[in-house]
Structures are given as C-alpha cells and as structure tokens.
C-alpha cells in the first residue's frame, strides 16, 4: 500500500508541472460548464446548474485518467524508460495502479472548480441533498475509472498509437456515459456500450444524490453496478497485465516505436 501511495504521489507532482494535464483538469471542465450554462435558459438554469457541474467534474475526471494514464505510458517509451518500469522488482500492475489512482483523484480537482465557477460567476445556488451518499459515490467512481484506466494504459503498453487512441475515446465516452443527458435519448443499439461503463452508473447515482434520493433500491442498484464493473476491470487489468509482461519479455520490443 505504502508502494501504491508513493508512485501516485510522485505522479501528482509530475502532472501538476504538465500544461496538458492543466488544462484537462482545470481549463476544459471550466469552459465546458460556462459553455452549457450559457446555451441554458435563465429560467431554467438554476434548475440544472448541479447537473452541468457533475457533468463538467467528471469530464476533467475521464480526461484526466485518459490522457495522463495513456499519456504516460507514451512518455516513458520516448524518454527511453518504459523497459525499466517493466522490469523493475515492483510490479507492474502496482505502477501503473498508482499512476492511475493519482489520475483518477485529480477529478476532485474538476469537481471543486466546478462548483466554485457556477458559484462566483453565475450566482448558482448550489446544494446537496445526500452528501454523505455524493461523496460516495463520488470516490467509488474515481476508482472505478482509475480501474479502467489501468486496462487503457495496459493497451497502450503494447500499442505505438496511443495519442490517437487517446484521442479517438475521450468524446464518444461523454456521450454513451450519458455526462450531460440522458442515456434514453440515445439509439438503443448504444445502449449495452453504455452499460458496461461505470460512469454511467456514476453520473446517475451522483444525480440523485444531489437531487434527493427518492427511490434507495434503484440508487443502490447504481452503487452496486459501480462496484461490480469495478471489481471486473481490476480482473481484466491484472489479466492483461501478465499477458503484456510476458510479451514485453518474449518480443523485447517496448521502445520500439
């Protein structure tokens, strides 16, 4: 554990120098909610102003674990250091975990802002009903998405286009996790894409714990959906993890662009 904390401390301390990881966490989630409220009618805006702000927290989240867990396995392999970090007595699963973590927490960073731009420019009236079950739900899904960032850094260990790939994935995430609408609105054919992503769950649970919670079994439902997707992405990671570990030492290929 002491392990885990130290890599995703010292990665906290690198992303904080990074303009990239800034403007992730800080600029676009900012943009992105000033944006939305003012596309919203005044009339209606107080009314989901909590809305915009979760949805623009949990951008910088999802952005955040993306490019910097996919960012830096792509950094490591120009900076000539990937091999070591495969081969160094620490597990890989535990770096790359830590990475995660560190990434996955900076949404805390997005949420905070979040509420403070709502609060200091648009005179947001901002209240949570349930906060003990928001936190929650909250921190369930940052590790949730740190989980998923562990099998895209994973991929990205084996891949030679991962700035694209990062590219390709941080949008159609926003839109099937349903961040700013629901889900509903969407084709049904997307509907099982958006189910086996735990920040649709999330998004939802941390609206009805903003809102109020009316209905507890269907919002423990979303708890336990989030728990489980969870616990399968950790098993996916550490499955891939012993896949790419044993090719890294069969191929020997991991600098090689």
């Given at each position: 554990m002491n392990k885990l904390l130290s890599i995703a401390k010292v990665q906290l301390m690198m992303r904080v120098t990074s303009t990239m990881w800034i403007f992730v966490v800080i600029i676009q989630p900012i943009l992105f909610l000033i944006m939305t409220l003012f596309i919203m009618d005044i009339e209606i805006r107080e009314t989901y102003t909590m809305a915009a702000i979760l949805g623009a927290g949990m951008m910088g989240t999802w952005s955040s674990i993306l490019f910097s867990s996919g960012g830096d396995i792509d950094r490591e392999r120009r900076w000539g250091t990937l091999e070591m970090i495969v081969g160094c007595p620490t597990p890989l699963w535990y770096i790359i975990g830590g990475k995660s973590l560190a990434n996955g927490f900076a949404g805390i960073i997005s949420m905070t802002l979040s509420f403070l731009t709502a609060l200091i420019f648009f005179d947001g009236r901002l209240s949570i009903t349930n906060l003990f079950w928001f936190i929650i739900v909250l921190l369930?899904?940052?590790?949730?998405?740190?989980?998923?960032?562990?099998?895209?850094?994973?991929?990205?260990?084996?891949?030679?286009?991962?700035?694209?790939?990062?590219?390709?994935?941080?949008?159609?995430?926003?839109?099937?996790?349903?961040?700013?609408?629901?889900?509903?609105?969407?084709?049904?054919?997307?509907?099982?894409?958006?189910?086996?992503?735990?920040?649709?769950?999330?998004?939802?649970?941390?609206?009805?714990?903003?809102?109020?919670?009316?209905?507890?079994?269907?919002?423990?439902?979303?708890?336990?959906?989030?728990?489980?997707?969870?616990?399968?992405?950790?098993?996916?990671?550490?499955?891939?993890?012993?896949?790419?570990?044993?090719?890294?030492?069969?191929?020997?290929?991991?600098?090689?662009?």
């Open positions: 369930l899904n940052i590790i949730s998405l740190s989980s998923l960032g562990m099998i895209i850094c994973t991929l990205f260990t084996i891949s030679r286009a991962a700035r694209g790939l990062m590219n390709l994935m941080e949008n159609p995430i926003f839109l099937l996790c349903g961040i700013m609408f629901p889900i509903t609105i969407l084709p049904l054919w997307t509907r099982p894409f958006s189910y086996v992503l735990s920040l649709t769950w999330g998004i939802e649970g941390l609206r009805m714990a903003v809102m109020g919670i009316v209905d507890y079994q269907r919002f423990l439902f979303h708890i336990l959906m989030i728990v489980l997707l969870t616990i399968v992405y950790l098993l996916i990671s550490a499955k891939l993890f012993l896949i790419v570990e044993k090719k890294a030492k069969k191929e020997a290929t991991l600098g090689v662009y």
